[in-house]
Every structure is written in structure tokens, then in C-alpha cells.
């Protein structure tokens, strides 16, 4: 009994959690996610419940609009009015998703498709830049911490100031010398130093020494000032900036063997490969790109569409690209190669993965593709096929491939006729055998 | 993740701020419940939230889900919850260990509010003084259904599934008039007949207006003095009535069978929890906000966070008020901060009203403004209370002062540097506070409209007159603001409250809007920034926890033993399709076909074309139908107005949708 048995409940009730990230690749909405934060939704259970039309009920919101502005995401819900109370700064709605680095999402691939990669440290690195998280006394006045610098003069000003006019007037009570005074603002933890009576002391003029007859006279007269009050009244117009404040933003300095990875992505995007096939292309891809970036220090992608030529382009575009052209797959693989001189096989971990439904001229498979593929030094090749189980096809560039390269573990080639097939392809690309 | 008993007592260095809380409350005249303060850390946190605040709740796989979602916000994105604090005597409340100590103060003095708020708001009256506490009922709950689940005649899936169907009607209960253990034939004549009565004597009290008083309660209990009905229905407590009424289904033979004790039982204890957490779900905007604005009065203005911990403070309360739209801790803040400054108001204009030679024609001309506030400024010493200064109290009215801790500070024994408030009496204190000659709202008293004045003047009491405006403004309460802020809080909930303060200033200044799907363009839209259609809007999403109100209308509809619920439809329809999900559950609990009588938006013919082209603006037609589930088939049918016509009202005006839409 207890929590852990509800856990275990829900995972029986919501479908085990595991199977999320599984789905997710599969089905889910990829969109919704970028190279530094994956997005998974998360899975609710819900009970049905009498409620209003949502379309119906409107609501309430806050900013400055004029009527007819849209409204995005129904803004200023004042989320589900559940039973519990006082949770003051939890933070409502942007609690659909649950999101994970890409350094989790290898991880948790890792977990569920039973993948054991080790990505192979290449670069020997003198030095690397971690992040600005250190502070040190010492460094280049644009790595100046401001605020940190700001805030403890402030501190410093509400916990030390003190009202130094009052304490002049201190000294000139009768009997009162720079012993008094200081033992007098000691009791009452203002925090001025004795060094300050004595040079303040020494200061004012013999004559004015004796100007009020007691401490209490003068209190009458001028009672001393917190400095809050002083603040309140703008006497405090600076804060006293201090040296021993200044606090340089620091990177932390490592040495050690850098893990890169350069992965090229290659994608027909000639007439005959349609939505489906492309969404199969961007379901496989964008997950290992993912797990990638999560395995390497330094992961750095590259991204070729083709139909007769080959051409780069961005990742925002590469899945949404469609052109008219014929195919011909070895123009990408020129430019791959082209493109790889930047990143030595030397330093640099390879990873060239290519997609398409197989439409080539065999020619061109044979006597460019294949020798290219030879040519171009990498941890792994792969190819994968996209192909819905209805569309017919009359390309073979998949089946020579793996003719050929029958023999050879760095070289894959996968097939992908609908949703369920990509964690598996998936986990035949990076299988330990082929990329280890 | 752990389950043993978890939290640790709270640690040593919170000892004293939490004793000088409770005493510094006490002086404000707060009342709080005793208050038991637990450090927790983050996973201990999440489980807290996910079972509500409780430390055992009921075996159920929901507060799996509500941890799993939890845990997996992850720290950064989500904001983290500072504390968790339950409704119950002694109350117990939990930090969260990572806070800072500036944190843990400020929450401290939130929570020492929501206990003084549950002790005195008259709606948690509806929780019966004499039970054992919230935690040893959940916890006892705990145990009988966990020995429901132990038996070897059924299993855990079985008494979930029983759960599951009742938990979707934990809001069709009868929350205003409290849970009655009385069986639902025998409406308890005296009884309810005399609560019925005094909640009418209430909400007329309170000032509600007629259209939300008839909108958000019951007619029963606003008439003066009902008929005991003659049979149970209709009876805005579903629960109560499937309890009493309700069959199981049994699906191997296919007919309705008697629920068994254990089933009973469940409906008993899911209904105690969903009367236990209703006040706190009926009040969140007053609490909230009554607990932001004395978080602030103690750690701020009365120097409970020390001098290096207030920008600690500060980020921490921009956090909590920060977030967008309706924060129920921003919202609620302001409006107790606008009831303050409106009594503070009318206690001096009365004063000054009471000159001889002023009217409230001539009052704007006659009076400078500047000089009644610099009158109104607290005396010199009592602001500036400290160790150099303390003797100075001598000098100001001794109701002001604390006589004998006077003494003790002059002796040295109370640190008046870090505890000034240890030397004020109450009405030192809401001197030192007083609203209206805080900077920022200095504004407010010159802001009068002539209208206020004027019907200040109107019903001015006979009373004492004064010679001139010095001896006026000496006469006036400086706790009136307090006084009448802790009058409300007794009295109040979130409908009422909003509908008695929320006024246009308050709407105009926060740039509140209303919005509403629009057909057309296929998204929401700003509808309306005209304060009547987003007051509207607000007390839909308040009254009666944001949902449609459901109840029984007849156990025997058309003699056939069918269930015949109502939904007391008021411009807004239902989801249907969440409808008929819950009628699913509902067969589940009465055994046989169940009905609902609601009202749906349909557009026809002309208007469908129009609507989908955006043409013109359209006004679907309300049409009654009846939905009925037999246990297999949903059946859905037209019916005559007459036939909802006793539970339906189309003039609320919760629809703010502009005429040229």
C-alpha cells in the first residue's frame, strides 16, 4: 500500500510509461520539439466528468488587446481548480509536455531498444570552454558579473550603512570622545568602525566639541536614522561599489578526449517520394539525430536533399523539401564527400545516413554509388528504404546495396513500411555490431 | 521514491521565526489553527501534491498519475512549490527543504494566514467541528478501503473501477448547503428548514446581487420559508441520492442488483473528501490573496525578512505573482488591497462629512487632500520604532502602544531592531500600516467619485459633528480597514466576494479581457474589455467550481425506475461528449437506463451556410433534448421546452460574443 502501488496502478492503467518513447517515434507529434529540448507528451488518464463546451465557455484573460485580437491557447486559465491548496509559484499549464535533453532521450532509447552505444572519443582536447559557471577575482572586464557585483553592494549598504551625520553629532556631545561613541554604536550593532570615530574625532574643531550637553539632548533634537528611512527620503543615492565585489565570470577549464560526431543526413526528394514516404524519412531520422546529440561532446549535422542534384540545405527545410527532378542518389554522395573534408575521419566520428524509396537507375547504384560509398570513410553507411506496404516500386537500390555490402557490419540497410517499423529500423542502424 | 512516514520536524533555525509568526500574526489579529511545519524534500514534495497535501490517502492509481506528472515537470520549466499546507486542526504544512531561508519566512507567514482563513471562514463551517481531523479521516479512509481491496472476493481492479465511476461525480454534490448524513427520503424537516433560512439571511447579508444569487444557489434556500418538498427530488446532491437509490449493474445477468456495504461505503467516503475540499475550491481567490496580502504586511512592512534577505523576498514574490493571466495570488491580492483602501476611504470621508460646513458637494473644494493625508501619516515614533527611538513611544497615544513589552524593550530584553511590532498593540500596528498613506496608494483618497460622496452623505448616521477638519480627522478608526477586511473573510466566498469588489477600476487597471471561439475564423478571440462582460465571464469560471450544474430530477422518470437528471443549463452548453462518457458511469451506479435533459446549440439550414463561410453573424437556436443510456445504446431525442423549462435559464448573459461576429 502507499504511493509506489498507485504508480505501479497507473502505469497498468495509463499503459506503462516505458512504452512512451516508443510511441512517441512512432505516432507522436515531432514538431513540437528542437535539437535541445525533445518534447514528449504526457499520457493523462482521464475520467469523464459533466463540463462545459470548451468552445462555448470562453474565458477570461489578461494583456493589452482590443477585441477581435486573437487569443493563443486560451490564455489565463486558471487551471483545473483540483483540491489541493497553497502551492504558491507552481506554475500552471505548460505541464503537457514532459521534456528531456537529448542526453536523456539516449538514454532512454538506450533503455527501451536495448542499444549499448559507445560513442569513440577522436579529438584531444587542450582546453574546452564549459560553462560560465565559475567566478573568480580575476578576468576580462566583459566577463564582469554586474549584478553579483550590485546586489552585494546593496546588501553591504542595508546591512552597514549608517547615518553618519547623527554619529558626527555623536562626538560632539560632551564627554563624548571616539572610545564612547564606538562603544555606544556597538551596543546597537551599527556597524561602524572605530578607526572612523577616531579620524572623524579628529576632524571637528576643538570648540565644537562640546556642543550638546548629553545623548539624550541630542536625540531630542535629531534622532538617528535607519536606513530604511534614509532610503525612503532618497539620501541613499549610491551604492558603494566594491573591488573585493568584482566577480569574473569563469569557464571551466577541461582537458580530455572530445567525442565528435558529424552525421550526414541524405534525402531524395524527387516527385515519386510522397508525404507518407517522407514522414517515414522524418520519423527515423530526427530520433537518431536526437540520440546522436545526446551521445557525442560535439555533434555537428549535415543535411543533403537530391533528386539529380544534390544540394544543402538547413534542417529546418531538409523534411518539407519536394521538387519535380529525377533521381539520382550518387550526386548526393559527391557532395557528402565533398562535404566531409571539413571534418577528418581522423577527428571526427562519421555517421552518413541516406534515405529514399529506392528509385535509382542501377547504373548509377553500381558503378558511382556503391565505389562512393567505399570511398568515404565513416563509423557507418546506411540506407533506409520508405515505402507504405501498398505503393508499388520498381527501384532496387536497396536490395543492391545490401548485395553488396552482404558481407560488411558498417554498412546497413533498412526497410520502413509504416510507423511501427521505425524503432526498429532504428535499432538495426545503431545495433552494436555496426557502430561500436 | 519513499512511503515510510516521512517528513522531519522542522529544523532548529526555524524555531524562532516561526514562534515570532504566530505571536506577530496574533497581533495583527489573525486566529489561526496551531500549525505543525515539516521540512520535506523535493520527492517527498511530489508526493505531498499528488495526494492532495495528506501524507496517506485511499489506494487509487490516480495520485500515481498526479506524482508521475509531477516528477516528470522537470525543475527548470515548471515552478517549484515552495510549500504545501491542509486544512485541519492543528494544520500541518510543508516546506520544501531547497527553499531559502527568506523563502521559508515568507511561507511561513502565508501559511499562519490559510490557517487563520480555515479557522474562520463560515463556509469550512460546513466540516463538522467534532470530526477527528482531515489527516485521521483521509488516513482512516486509507484503511477501509485498503481492507475493501484485501478481500478475497474481489481485487484491487474491481474496488478501483468502483472508485472511478463515483470520482466523476465528486462535483455534482451539494456543496453550499454542506453534507447531511441524512438519508435523502427524509429531507430533515427542522433542520434544514432553519439552515435554509439562516443561509438566506446570509447571502442577503453579504449584499449578493439577485442575478447571481438566483444564478450560483439554489432556490430552495433563498426563499424565505420552503415547504419541506414532498418528494426528494430534485436534489443537487447526486451522490447522496445514488447512494441512498442507486443499484450496481450486474453484467452476468444483465439486470440492476443492491450495491453492496462495501460500494455504499465507498460512495460515503469519496463524498466526505469532496465536502472536505469544496470550501478550500470555493474560496482559493480569497485565501490565496488573503495569504499574499499578510505574507507581505509581516515579511515587508513589518521587517520580518532581515535587511539582507528582502531581494531574497522580492524575487520570491515576484514569482508567485508573476505568472499570467488569473493568478488567484495576484488577483485576490489586489482585491483585498481595494477592500482595505475602500473602508480606509469611507472612514475618513464619513469623518470629514461630519464638519459642519461640508457637504459632499463642497468637500472636493474645501478639503487639500495632501493635508488630510499628512494628518494621517502615523505619528513619527511609530514608524520609526527602534532601539534609539523606542522612548519616543511615550509620546503617542498609549492604545498604540504594548506597556509592558515597552518596558522589557527599554530593558534590553526585546530586540526592537529585529521585532518593532513586539512593542505595538493592534491599533499601533494598522497605524503603522494604514492603507491610505502607504506611496503607493496615496492616490486613492483624492480618487473619490462624486457619486460615493454623495451616497456617503446620504446615509450618514446621526453622530458627532465636528468645528473643523483637525478634530474630524482625530476621530477617525484606523482599523476599520482591518476590522471590516476580517468581517469579510469570515462571511464570504469567491462568488461573492468578486461579485461585492471586482469593480471597472479594478478590471481597467489589470486589462482584463473576455474571449470566446468564433466560429468564423475557427479560434478564440477577444470578445469584450467592457467590465460587465469580463465580470460575467469571471463568476462563470467561479460558480459552482467552473462546472454545470447537474441534479437528480426524478428516481422514477416515466415509472420506470430511470434516473432523470437535469442540467440546469444557463447560456452555456454541455460537452456532449463528456456527457455521455459520464452517463456511462452513472448506469454503472443506478443500475438501470439514466436519462439527461439538457440544452444544445443547433444552427440549421441558412445559418449553416453562413457559418461556414463567415458571413454573418449567427444565432444558433436552444433546443431541450433528452440523452438517455440503457447500458448499451445512447439515444437522443428533441423535447419540449416545458420539459426544462423549471431548471433552465437563458438570460444569464455569460456569453459576451460581440453582435458583429
Known sequence: MGLRDDLERFRVVGEDRRDDLTDFIRYGDLGASDEREIRIPIKIVELPEFRYDPLDQGGVGAGEVDVGDPVDGRPGEDGDGDGSDGEPGSERGEHNYYRMDPEEFAQQLDEELGLDLEPKGKRVIERTEGAFTDRSRAGPESMLDLKHLFVQGLKRTLVTDFDEEFLEELLKVEGIGPDEAFAWARQRHIRVSKQWFVETHAGIPADKRDVWPSIDALTAARAPQSVVDRMRAGEIDRIPLRREDERYRHPEIIEEYERNVVVVNIRDVSGSMRAKKRELVERTFTPLDWYLQGKYDNAEFVYIAHDAEAWEVGRQEFFGIESGGGTRISSAYELAEECLTAYPFSEWNRFVFAAGDSENAPADTQDRVIPLMEAIDANLHAYLETRPRDASTRGRHAALLEDYFVEQDDVVVSYVHDEGDVTSAIKEILRPETVS | ?661
Not at chain 2, 595 to 624: C, F, M
Open chain 2, 1 to 661: 521514491m519513499t512511503h515510510e512516514p516521512l517528513p522531519h520536524l522542522i529544523a532548529a533555525e526555524l524555531d524562532a521565526p516561526v514562534q515570532h509568526a504566530t505571536e506577530l500574526a496574533t497581533r495583527l489579529g489573525l486566529d489561526p489553527y496551531p500549525v505543525n511545519f515539516w521540512i520535506v524534500d523535493y520527492d517527498e514534495m511530489n508526493q505531498l501534491i499528488a495526494y492532495e497535501g495528506f501524507q496517506k490517502r485511499y489506494p487509487h492509481w490516480r495520485w500515481g498519475m498526479q506524482y508521475d506528472q509531477r516528477s516528470k515537470m522537470d525543475r527548470f520549466h515548471a515552478g517549484k512549490a515552495f510549500e504545501i499546507v491542509n486544512n485541519d486542526n492543528p494544520a500541518s504544512a510543508f516546506l520544501q527543504e531547497s527553499n531559502t531561508l527568506a523563502d521559508q519566512k515568507a511561507v511561513i507567514t502565508h501559511v499562519m494566514a490559510h490557517a487563520d482563513f480555515f479557522k474562520q471562514n463560515e463556509w469550512f463551517e460546513t466540516i463538522d467541528p467534532e470530526d477527528p481531523g482531515a489527516a485521521a479521516m483521509m488516513a482512516s479512509h486509507a484503511d477501509r478501503i485498503h481492507s475493501f481491496m484485501d478481500d478475497p472476493d474481489r481485487d484491487r481492479e474491481e474496488v478501483e473501477r468502483w472508485i472511478d465511476h463515483i470520482l466523476c461525480l465528486t462535483d455534482t454534490i451539494d456543496q453550499h448547503g454542506g453534507m447531511s448524513d441524512a438519508r435523502t427520503e427524509t429531507p430533515s424537516e427542522s433542520d434544514d428548514r432553519s439552515d435554509q433560512r439562516a443561509l438566506a439571511d446570509r447571502l442577503s447579508d453579504l449584499g449578493v446581487r439577485d442575478e447571481v444569487r438566483d444564478a450560483v444557489f439554489e432556490d430552495r434556500w433563498t426563499e424565505e420559508g420552503p415547504e419541506p418538498p414532498e418528494v426528494d427530488t430534485p436534489q443537487a446532491d447526486v451522490l447522496a441520492y445514488l447512494r441512498d437509490h442507486g443499484k450496481q449493474f450486474d453484467e452476468e445477468t444483465g439486470r440492476a442488483t443492491e450495491m453492496e456495504d462495501w460500494q455504499r461505503e465507498v460512495i460515503d467516503i469519496l463524498r466526505a473528501e469532496a465536502y472536505y475540499f469544496a470550501p478550500q475550491r470555493m474560496t482559493k481567490v480569497m485565501n490565496e490573496g488573503w495569504s499574499a496580502y499578510w505574507e507581505s504586511v509581516m515579511m515587508a512592512d513589518e521587517g520580518f525578512a532581515n535587511p539582507d534577505e528582502i531581494l531574497d523576498y522580492a524575487d520570491h514574490l515576484a514569482e508567485v505573482l508573476a505568472s499570467p493571466g488569473l493568478n488567484p495570488y495576484a488577483l485576490g491580492k489586489y482585491l483585498w488591497e481595494y477592500v482595505e483602501n475602500t473602508v480606509n476611504r469611507r472612514e475618513v470621508l464619513e469623518q470629514l462629512l461630519r464638519v459642519d460646513g461640508i457637504t459632499w458637494r463642497t468637500l472636493p473644494r474645501i478639503v487639500d487632500f495632501d493635508d488630510v493625508l499628512a494628518a494621517l501619516d502615523p505619528p513619527e515614533p511609530l514608524e520609526r520604532v527602534g532601539s534609539n527611538t523606542v522612548d519616543d513611544l511615550r509620546t503617542v497615544d498609549p492604545v498604540y502602544v504594548d506597556e509592558s513589552a515597552l518596558e522589557r524593550a527599554i530593558d534590553g530584553n526585546i530586540d526592537v531592531d529585529r521585532y518593532p511590532w513586539k512593542v505595538l498593540t493592534y491599533e499601533g500596528l494598522a497605524r503603522r500600516n494604514y492603507s491610505l498613506t502607504k506611496p503607493r496608494f496615496r492616490g486613492f483618497l483624492a480618487r473619490v467619485e462624486d457619486a460615493e460622496l454623495e451616497r456617503l452623505d446620504r446615509y450618514l448616521t446621526d453622530g458627532d459633528r465636528y468645528d473643523d477638519i483637525e478634530d474630524a480627522l482625530s476621530a477617525v478608526t484606523f482599523t476599520a480597514g482591518w476590522d471590516r477586511m476580517r468581517e469579510i473573510r469570515r462571511s464570504h466566498n469567491d462568488i461573492t466576494f468578486l461579485d461585492a469588489f471586482l469593480t471597472r477600476e479594478f478590471i481597467e487597471d489589470r486589462s482584463y479581457f473576455a474571449y470566446e471561439f468564433d466560429h468564423a475564423s475557427g479560434q478564440f478571440r477577444v470578445s469584450s474589455t467592457d467590465y460587465d462582460a469580463v465580470r460575467q465571464k469571471l463568476l462563470l469560471q467561479f460558480t459552482n467550481f467552473g462546472k454545470p450544474r447537474i441534479s437528480v430530477q426524478d428516481g422514477n422518470y416515466e415509472n420506470r425506475n430511470e434516473l432523470l437528471l437535469g442540467h440546469h443549463y444557463n447560456g452555456i452548453s454541455l460537452d456532449i461528449a463528456a456527457a455521455r462518457d459520464t452517463l456511462e458511469r452513472i448506469f454503472q451506479l443506478w443500475g438501470r437506463p439514466v436519462n439527461l435533459h439538457t440544452v444544445v446549440k443547433t444552427v440549421e439550414g441558412e445559418d449553416l451556410a453562413a457559418l461556414e463561410s463567415g458571413d454573418r453573424r449567427i444565432n444558433p437556436e436552444e433546443r431541450a433534448i433528452s440523452i438517455r443510456y440503457d447500458g448499451e445504446t445512447f439515444d437522443m431525442k428533441p423535447l419540449a421546452w416545458e420539459d426544462v423549462e423549471s431548471f433552465v435559464d437563458t438570460e444569464l448573459g455569460y456569453d459576451t460574443t460581440p453582435d458583429d461576429w
